[in-house]
């Protein structure tokens, strides 16, 4: 409820007016069953404009200290991300992957939406990132379609770092519904889960015109989100 109060009343219409989103493609999200949203990842607002442009709720997983801080600041941040549907997740113990991967199953078995970043982290310099095969377990243990979701210019309206976003139009791009059931007798096999990563990867490519690396992001920086 807390939800639709933040995205219909309290915030939403007030960031529509602000950075007046330019979707396209928001036809390819279907409109019901489990859907797998893999975006891009460029800035802390992705979570922001993701969520605000979509039909359904989605929900992401994030870390922790977002729900857990003190004072104003932390009030405030832990009552957004649970408005926004965020779902706090230990990222600490050598297990936080895996604890995050099965709350986002979790949310495609019950038939709804979950949004994942298959970087793993933010870019630290705005090109693609090799992708991790989480997002191809979930698609072959939920068997959810993957839409694949690219965030256009969010790195230029609140770079890494950047507390107050700058006025800017959001550009994000959606692309077709990507089916993986075709190996869903395939369920664990490492170079199937590979091959579905890169196929996402590579439609976020297209979509997002960012150079592609195929290098981890984690590898250049320390986990960010």
């Known amino acids: ?3 639709w109060l933040l995205k219909l009343v309290v915030l939403g219409p007030l960031l529509r007016l602000v950075f007046r989103p330019e979707v396209k493609g928001l036809k390819n999200v279907p409109r019901s069953g489990p859907v797998i949203l893999a975006c891009n990842h460029l800035s802390f607002s992705d979570s922001i404009f993701t969520p605000l442009i979509m039909k359904r709720k989605v929900t992401f997983v994030a870390k922790a200290e ?9 009030w405030f941040s832990r ?6 549907g965020t ?6 113990g050598g297990e936080a992957a895996q604890a995050a991967l099965n709350t986002l199953l979790r949310v ?7 949004g994942i970043y298959p970087e793993g982290t933010r870019s630290p310099d705005g090109r693609l990132y090799r992708g991790k095969t989480g997002v191809a377990r979930l698609a072959l243990e939920s068997g959810a379609v993957v839409v694949p979701v690219a965030l256009l210019n969010t790195d230029e309206i609140q770079p890494t770092g950047t507390m107050v976003p700058a006025v800017k139009r ?31 990867m590579y439609e976020l490519m297209t979509l ?8 981890y ?8 989100a």
């Open 1 to 3: 409820m807390f939800y």
């Open 66 to 74: 977002y729900f857990t801080g003190k004072g104003i600041k932390g």
């Open 79 to 84: 009552m957004f991300f649970t408005g926004a």
């Open 87 to 92: 779902i706090p997740v230990d990222r600490s």
């Open 108 to 114: 495609l078995r019950e038939g709804n939406v979950a």
């Open 170 to 200: 959001v550009r994000i791009r959606i692309g077709a519904p990507l089916d993986f059931s075709r190996y869903a007798d395939q369920r664990g096999d490492r170079f199937v889960e590979r091959a579905i990563t890169d196929e996402i």
């Open 208 to 215: 997002s015109g960012r150079e592609y690396v195929d290098v």
């Open 217 to 224: 992001a984690s590898t250049l920086k320390a986990p960010t």
